[in-house]
């Protein structure tokens, strides 16, 4: 049989928000290569008890997978903890093709993403009948570049939920052009520092309001409408709605 990588999805920083399955994985694993700066080394330590572990946080695209590689010839559990979910802003593409170059496979565990735990922390919904049923992740670009149309500002023109990562150090940037794509000024948005972490920060204000937010890294935005929608409900289960299930 050919070595395994096992991709888990980490979650926001909460060990009880991992999956079953991810949990599972952790607990038998062998070799951990984790990101420090996003994933608490103490929670870790508990959920993957035998496992060396190392921090990639300072490594390059080519140790991380040489270090990978290496793991998984030898046998055993080898798990690649990303936050959050292993397919939205991080490297699991690259890291997949080069471990597969190298005849080493690769297996992905979804993962908790920070705006869902943002959402759930504050109870609140990213879609609401008749106000937005379309929910965009997107960042600023900063130093890598975001491709045209995709950028906060170009989806804020939708109506749609805007789901903003990568960009808390420019609460003031984000606030003016999200205000220049027309939005008012009164659009709710809901931040979080460190959201389901140690430190956790959790707050509502709206689109004026987001300009004098302090700037910090892993603070996660939500913006509009459904945010604050009331008195809204779903067809599905509206005694006048008929489906194969309820005639």
Known sequence: MRPVVHVVGG???????????????LGEARFVLYTGSLFPEGALRELAPKAALLDSKGMTLEEIVLALAEEARK??????????DPG??????????????????????????????????????????????AVAFT????????????????????GLTLAVYLSGMHPRRLSRELLEAGLPGDTPVLYGHKVAQ????????????????????TTVYLV??????KGVRSLLYDPSFKHRYRR
């Open 11 to 25: 979650g926001p920083g909460d060990p009880e928000l991992l999956t079953v399955k991810g949990a599972r994985l």
């Open 75 to 84: 046998g055993g559990g080898v798990v690649r903890l990303h936050s959050g």
């Open 88 to 133: 939205l802003y991080g490297t699991l593409l690259e890291e997949k093709e080069a471990l597969e170059a190298l005849g080493v496979g690769v297996e992905v565990v979804p993962g908790v993403t920070a705006a869902f735990a943002l959402a759930a922390r504050a109870g609140l919904s990213l879609t609401a009948p008749g106000v937005a049923q």
């Open 139 to 158: 960042r600023l670009g900063v130093r890598t570049p975001v491709p045209e149309g995709q950028d906060p500002k170009s989806l804020a023109r939708k």
């Open 198 to 217: 140690p430190g956790e920060e959790v707050g509502l204000t709206d689109l004026k309001g987001l300009a004098h937010l302090p700037a910090r890294d």
């Open 224 to 229: 509009g409408e459904a945010l604050r929608a």
